[in-house]
């Protein structure tokens, strides 16, 4: 791995589904974030991670849960899918919170 | 509330400049970030300004007012490569980046 990577590219999801979507980095960086993109709307955060083993709620949290049991990983899981979380989804690192973050290659899902 | 403001939408000409404008009002400043984002891809990170003034890295410069509120990319030399579209994100109070919905920026031969 070089990088972070997303899984899965895209995914169509029935409503009512509950889905993870996953995210890791090798760079050993310690914050770690989920946006979502949505057409005229700027990148709106999800949830983050300053740190191994802490997270916290961004703008839009709600019908999302994270984990991050580790450095590399963290997994976004919405539990009950819902039409509007059509979305494109981006996972993002950063060496700390107050560098540069970089950016996964993204996820589109779409909820039926 | 916190708004970051830049254009829609920009055309310009393949070989000229072009000047991508922000304004923001955010809870806080902990720095501004420009990042490139083509079409179907990720963003990737352009610059960083936490100071005022002008910084250059080769064809791109970025401009950073705190006292206006306002910051600017200049693209000089422009390349059919340039044609994304450009993300003004500030850092709020909190360390979380507020995004501005990004400038298209569209580059004719």
């Known amino acids: 791995i070089a990088g972070i990577t997303q899984a899965p590219t895209s995914q169509i999801l029935a409503a009512g589904r509950r889905m993870t979507l996953r995210c890791t980095q090798d760079?050993?960086?310690?914050?770690m974030y989920w946006y979502r993109q949505d057409l005229g709307l700027g990148l709106r955060l999800i949830h983050y991670s300053n740190t191994a083993g802490t997270t916290g709620k961004g703008e839009v949290p709600d019908g999302y849960s994270v984990s991050r049991a580790n450095t590399d990983d963290f997994p976004l899981t919405l539990a009950s899918a819902v039409p509007s979380q059509t979305s494109v989804y981006f996972c993002?690192?950063?060496?700390?919170?107050?560098?540069?973050?970089?950016f996964g290659p993204g996820t589109r899902l779409t909820v039926l | 509330g916190q708004n970051i403001d830049q254009p829609t939408e920009m055309t310009a000409t393949e070989g000229a400049i072009v000047q991508i404008n922000c304004t923001y009002q955010t809870s806080g400043f902990n720095g501004l970030f420009w990042y490139q984002q083509h079409a179907g891809e990720a963003p990737t990170f352009l610059s960083y300004n936490v100071l005022d003034g002008l910084e250059e890295k080769g064809r791109f410069s970025t401009f950073l007012s705190r006292s206006k509120g306002y910051s600017y990319l200049l693209l000089k030399e422009l390349q059919m490569k340039d044609s994304a579209s450009y993300l003004c994100a500030v850092r709020d109070s909190n360390y979380q980046l507020i995004w501005g919905a990004g400038t298209k920026l569209i580059i004719k031969p």
């Open positions: 993002a690192s950063s060496l700390t919170a107050n560098n540069e973050q970089f």
């Open positions: 760079m050993r960086h310690n914050a």
